[in-house]
């Protein structure tokens, strides 16, 4: 994952290559984007994520201390009414934790990937 701040600083574009494995077995690679900044109208953080699979949402997100949490509205997935959650969580200087979870109808998180973010 690599970042940079653009537009003077108010947002940041980060670009990822991610690789799902089932097993041993590679099955998926996902290049995407995901520009993150404050939304002064509405008052609150925003994610616009984008995915050669096809994705595209907005995500809206609450700070709470050393966490950026980032929830998408309800979508159908696979037939199914799922939330997805992107989570930052900044462990020291320049070291963050990303968390990927969805909720299947209302229900608990599920962990989708989870990736240690070091910055030099």
Partial sequence: MASRW???GLFCVFTWDERIFSGAVRV??????????WDSLDGEYRMLRAANLGVLHQLRGKLDRSRLAFVSDETIVKGKFTRVRYTFVRKR???IVWIAEMSIRGGPWTLISESTLHYT
């Avoid at 998926?28 to 900044?37: L, P, R, V």
Wanted: no cysteine.
């Fill in 93 to 95: 200087p320049k070291v």
């Fill in 6 to 8: 653009i537009i003077g």
């Fill in 28 to 37: 998926n690679e996902i290049h995407g984007y995901s520009i993150i900044g």
